[in-house]
């Protein structure tokens, strides 16, 4: 019996003393498929504030108090209608102390011909002497002068009193009204009265920085900007509350130079507004659409980034992977658009990318379906 245990304790000791063979993990079974090119619209938005097509300040152009407001805050009001009425009792004063000067120097110049029509014979019949008709033409011609003088002080006092009525320049809607009824109002004020916008259409103002902007000019059609503005498709407007506005805009103007500051270029789109819904003032989004005739759709799922570069790993000989670094140019729901670093008919991992490895060996699952059809789901 003892025989047999120092038997049983020899062979455990010489299996133990021998090195075990450990054997390696099978390589992870991850999904490939083929890259395909598509038809992709990306879109971009970039913030933007509306302007009425004529936004205008209303000021008084005479001192004075103002006796009457004829308009509310918000009202519309047409081109010509009055807004506010300035005391017009000073401005009549003056208008009829201009006109007393005028009939006082159309007086003068009455006597005035009078004195040279009683002089003339009596210089031709050397009555007088010529100097006499001389002083008497000048003065007349003074007088004339002085009529002149007095029609255009009433032609100011005129004007003057026509300003106390302070009417719309445009048609459009009054801003805040910041002086009230019986409060002094001159030109040199600080504030205006108000302001009026127009707002039938409005102006969307936003800016595209460089990069954006080489890469919007060249996406279209033409020579020159002007003939790009007649190839760029419709815009829409996004609201404050992230609603899209009901009618669509147009681009129909790029500023002539690039702010030095910001390194961005000012853009115009124009939007009509029947309804008076968009008001000076609003701001919001502008959403750019570009359309991609034969893009590479990668997943975003697919990729990996390191160090601010994109990467997608695709399938070499032996079934080993190879890291690829892809450059995007744009975005479309949760799919890349690569301009290079892959060509159609690369076999690249779909998933499971964040553990992978440069010459990692996988076990490839290809699917009949190519990468744009698995982007759509």
Do not use: W
């Amino acid at each position: 019996m003892k025989i047999i245990l120092v038997a049983i304790i020899a062979i455990s000791l010489f299996s133990c003393s021998q090195p075990q063979t450990q054997q390696a993990p099978p390589p992870p079974s991850l999904p490939v498929a083929s890259v395909t090119a598509g038809s992709r619209t990306t879109y971009q938005d970039y913030p933007a504030s509306i302007e009425g097509t004529t936004n205008v300040e209303v000021r008084p152009q005479v001192s004075g108090a103002l006796d009457k407001v004829f308009v509310d805050e918000g009202a519309y009001v047409s081109a010509g209608q009055p807004i506010f009425q300035i005391n017009q009792q000073p401005f009549r004063a003056a208008l009829n102390n201009a006109l007393a000067s005028l009939h006082a120097a159309e007086a003068a110049y009455a006597n005035a011909q009078l004195e040279v029509e009683k002089l003339t014979p009596l210089v031709q019949n050397k009555v007088v002497s010529d100097f006499q008709l001389k002083s008497a033409k000048a003065a007349q011609s003074v007088a004339k002068a002085n009529i002149d003088q007095a029609k255009a002080n009433v032609s100011t006092a005129q004007i003057n009193l026509g300003y106390t009525t302070i009417k719309a320049p445009v048609s459009g809607y009054i801003g805040r009204l910041l002086k009230k009824q019986g409060s002094l109002v001159s030109p040199q004020d600080v504030e205006a009265l108000t302001q009026l916008s127009d707002v039938h259409d409005v102006h969307v103002y936003f800016a595209l920085g460089e990069k954006d902007f080489v890469s919007f000019k060249d996406h279209y059609e033409g020579a020159t900007l002007k003939e790009k503005l007649q190839h760029l498709p419709a815009v829409t407007l996004v609201l404050a509350d992230n609603s899209e506005y009901t009618k669509p805009g147009h681009i129909d103007m790029i500023d002539g130079q690039f702010d030095k500051t910001t390194g961005a270029i000012s853009v115009r789109a124009s939007f009509p507004n029947p309804q008076g819904l968009l008001r000076n003032g609003n701001t919001g989004k502008v959403r750019l659409s570009l359309a991609h005739s034969n893009a590479l759709i990668v997943p975003q799922s697919a990729t990996v980034e390191m160090q601010d570069k994109v990467f997608v790993f695709a399938l070499a000989d032996s079934n080993k992977v190879k890291k690829l670094p892809i450059t995007i140019e744009g975005t479309s729901g949760t799919n890349y658009l690569v301009k290079d670093g892959i060509k159609a008919g690369d076999q690249i991992v779909l998933s499971g990318v964040d553990r992978l490895q440069e010459g990692m060996v996988i076990k490839p699952e290809k699917t009949a379906e190519k990468v744009a059809a698995v982007a759509k789901r």
